[in-house]
């Protein structure tokens, strides 16, 4: 990395609300989450030189689009501020950020509020899964097909089943092992619900198969959220760390960062990496881009990882693409408990978005959130003992926009 | 030897929250044995408990029986749990079998709504007694994670800090502590709002009152809405314990409205008695379906548009500012309107808040104990939730203009200018509403 990239802090709204139930716009879900992360971190809205907002699709599920311009409206002192909006599908967070910290690195700008934010219950579930539709090829993979984002991270596994050979019941660890992180998040959306492994490997009314091989348990959910970070340059940070009476290694710092996208629909993909070690040869990349740039050799230089499990399928992937196994070997890794919370390498200490929750375009911003929380023994009730470097993985589509940071202090 | 709970029996398993709290201990992974009247009114109960987790991962470690098995099943109970009907005697008469049965070290919990604790457990055993209290679940209780514990005088110390571990912890409850006074914290602040309601709706109006002591007002359901759901033979069941046995600045408030004595005789319970209604009711299927309220004065219900009259512009100023997440200009303006519609909302919004928080020293410890109870367990807006919203300085000079009770906590967070809400996990934002 050129110029380093602080993160201050930040503030994620309670992932259990409703907001439609509420009756609230979606600009209410912008204010609370920037409230939150200024109050947090005690940055004075006439510090905030640029916005930039991560948002999927709240033109369909909200009617609203240009919501850059929505931070403007929360204080005064913003009146003026250059803002923007991103779209990557689940990643828009991350590319939220990556803009962010570009404008940081580049020089232009000491300190960046960073929003990802999305309302997802104002439609009914069918209606909902066709708009997530939009993050596929549309025509191709999803128009007419009732949830089509289950059936391609089914076909994710039914590849890895093709190629080494899968075990549902690892899948089903790895929703139990996600819902029970969240019951120590507090603003984990599933916290109070009843989930464990038995429910999760039962196929049941309660527990139906709805794409493939994917069950209920093994999906994230359908969340409204927001989260707000602040991100900020050396010479910020500084006077920041100063001003707060703490050395500035004591900060959270994004110490490198992978990005990448492949072919969108699912079949092109698999296509494409036929001969490939790596099922996913894109994700393996921006994690090892993030890796060589954070100047670690592997993913035991980490303490933890916060990844993208929209599906159970998506998460069994992670885990060898981090490189915790060799290819196809991830179910060692749930085996010997290397991704439990008091594990080697816990995965998803939050519950990651089965647990959590999964407002699309928020989700990136979560995780770096949390990654920070980590690695500055500030995550409560999910601190992993004595972190000191996390990565996140944020997916856009299936498996098509890949984002890492690595984020340590 | 350290306490454990491994076997839980829930007697009155058939009921909402008998099933409710059995599905509360048996998600936590404790055998729990669930008992009723007959062996099929228990499998419903255990079939509910499925039904309310979306599990029949569940039923691993539940088993059913009738009270024929009473002993047998309490002989082997770490805790006994009691969900019986809301009845002294009936209760008092469950507890004599179980104090026959069970294991010296075992504790009995009784989920009572606000039947007195020592009075439920008087005459029973001295170990009986020291194994006793309350613990009052809100239904339905695996979605509604407040809940009140309550010791009687009699109550063992280590007994009482054991329950409370246990709920806070494995039982993932957010518990709150309250004196063994009527109706305990949440009910006796919540129904004090509500038969509030209830009286003013005689004057003004059931669709008027309702609509404007909305969830503008910090509350996801209205307030004679929730009567009906609750049910208005159990309003009145609460209200009058509250009547009779409590003697506070609020006592007036807790006379039931004799135009609701008069409907419940005649079978007007809300929500469950589908065909007389309550304060709504909802007559005809599909596109005739049209909605009635009450006229309190007559009796008779008449279609809800025509009933209803405009609600004053604040109140959409309101509603427009919370839809936007600006709650302090919902705040500001409910203190600045003027007019009698305005004093009569204020008189009702910020009664609760100075009725809650004034119970700080009888029936709870703390502020935050009331907040949690009613932002927890009612889902409503913490009285401090509103206290920090409107600020202490303005909220005294409010209160003493409506010519309610400043509570202490108030003057005091005034005098020392700090916030009254307590609860860094949780966002206020959340009790404002704008429906």
Request: net charge negative.
């Amino acid at each position: 990395m050129t110029a380093p990239v602080y993160i201050l802090g930040g503030f994620q709204t309670d992932f259990a609300r409703n907001w439609t139930k509420e009756g609230k716009h979606i600009a209410a879900m912008i204010r609370e989450s920037v409230e939150g992360a200024l109050a947090i971190t005690d940055v004075a809205p006439r510090e905030i030189d640029v916005g930039h907002v991560g948002n999927f699709a709240a033109e369909l599920y909200a009617m609203q689009g240009h919501l850059g311009a929505f931070l403007v409206d929360v204080d005064p002192a913003f009146s003026g501020l250059p803002t923007g909006r991103h779209e990557a599908a689940c990643a828009s967070g991350s590319i939220a950020l990556l803009a962010a910290s570009a404008e940081i690195e580049a020089g232009r700008y000491d300190c960046a509020l960073v929003v990802g934010v999305e309302q997802m219950k104002t439609v009914s579930p069918a209606i909902g899964g066709d708009y997530l539709g939009t993050a596929a090829w549309y025509e191709l993979e999803a128009k007419g097909v009732e949830f089509p984002f289950p059936k391609l991270f089914g076909k994710l596994g039914d590849e890895y089943d093709r190629r080494f050979g899968l075990d549902d019941r690892h899948l089903a660890r790895i929703s139990a092992v996600n819902y029970a992180n969240a019951k120590n998040n507090p603003r984990a959306q599933t916290r109070t619900w009843y989930m464990n492994e038995a429910h999760a490997c039962e196929t049941s009314s309660y527990n139906p198969l709805i794409g493939g091989r994917i069950k209920v348990s093994d999906c994230s959910q359908v969340t409204d959220g927001a989260v707000a970070v602040i991100v900020a340059s050396a010479r910020f940070a500084e006077a920041y760390a100063a001003r707060r009476g703490r050395p500035l290694d004591t900060l959270a710092r994004i110490q490198g960062w992978g990005h990448r996208t492949a072919p969108l629909t699912f079949d092109a993909k698999v296509a494409e990496s036929k001969d490939q070690p790596y099922v996913l040869p894109h994700t393996r990349r921006a994690i090892t881009d993030a890796y060589a740039r954070a100047g670690i050799a592997d993913c035991w230089a980490l303490d933890g990882i916060e990844t993208h499990d929209c599906f159970t399928t998506s998460e069994y992937m992670a885990i060898d693409h981090f490189g915790l196994t060799a290819p196809g070997q991830s179910w060692k890794a749930i085996e010997d408990g290397v991704i439990d919370a008091g594990g080697k390498l816990p995965i998803n200490p939050s519950g990651g978005l089965i647990g959590a929750g999964h407002p699309v375009g928020a989700t990136g911003v979560r995780q770096l959130l949390d990654a920070s929380l980590q690695v500055t023994d500030q995550a409560g009730g999910y601190q992993v003992k004595n972190a000191r470097r996390f990565a996140t993985l944020n997916i856009g589509g299936s498996g098509t926009t890949s984002v890492v940071f690595v984020v340590g202090a | 030897m350290a306490r454990k709970i491994e076997n839980v029996v829930v007697l009155g398993a058939n009921g909402a929250m008998g099933s409710g709290s059995g599905a509360v201990f048996a998600a936590a992974g404790i055998r729990t044995v669930f008992l009723a009247r007959t062996r099929d009114k228990a499998e419903a109960g255990r079939a509910r408990a499925e039904q309310m987790v979306k599990s029949t991962a569940i039923s691993r470690f539940i088993e059913v029986g009738s009270y024929d098995q009473m002993e047998q099943a309490v002989a082997g109970a770490d805790l006994v749990f009691e969900a019986v009907a809301e009845d002294l005697a009936v209760k008092r008469e469950v507890f004599a079998r179980v104090d026959a049965a069970r294991k010296p070290d075992a504790i009995v919990a009784t989920v009572s709504s606000g039947l007195s604790i020592a009075a439920m457990c008087g005459g029973q055993s001295e170990s009986f007694q020291k194994h006793f209290l309350g613990i009052h679940f809100f239904n339905p209780p695996n979605v509604i994670v407040g809940c009140e514990l309550i010791a009687h005088a009699g109550t063992d110390a280590a007994v009482l800090a054991f329950v409370r571990e246990l709920l806070a912890g494995p039982l993932g409850r957010e518990v709150v502590e309250t004196t063994d006074t009527p109706a305990f914290a949440g009910n006796r602040v919540g129904f004090k709002v509500l038969n509030e309601v209830a009286q003013l709706a005689e004057e003004h109006g059931v669709a008027f009152m309702d609509a404007l002591i909305g969830p503008h007002t910090g509350r996801a359901m209205s307030p004679l809405a929730t009567v009906d759901f609750v049910g208005w033979d159990v309003h009145q069941a609460i209200v009058d314990n509250l009547y009779a046995n409590t003697s506070d600045e609020a006592h007036a408030a807790f006379a039931l409205p004799a135009y609701m004595q008069k409907l419940i005789t005649a079978g007007h319970l809300g929500n469950k008695t589908k065909t007389k209604g309550g304060f709504f009711r909802t007559d005809g299927k599909g596109k005739e379906t049209v909605k009635l309220a009450l006229d309190a004065r007559t009796g008779d219900y008449r279609p809800l548009a025509e009933l209803s009259r405009p609600l004053p512009v604040f109140v959409d100023q309101m509603k427009a500012a919370i839809r936007v997440g600006r709650y302090r200009v919902a705040m500001d303006a409910m203190c600045d309107a003027a007019g009698a519609e305005a004093d009569l909302l204020r008189q009702v919004v910020l009664g609760y808040v100075s009725y809650g928080l004034a119970r700080v020293g009888s029936v709870v410890a703390r502020p935050r104990d009331v907040d949690r109870i009613m932002g927890f367990g009612f889902n409503w807006a913490p009285p401090s939730v509103l206290a920090d919203a409107i600020g202490a300085r303005r909220l005294i000079g409010l209160l003493d203009r409506a010519a309610l009770l400043v509570p202490r906590v108030v003057i005091e967070a005034a005098e020392k200018n700090l916030q009254l809400f307590d609860e860094p996990e949780v966002d206020r934002g959340r009790y404002f509403v704008a429906a």
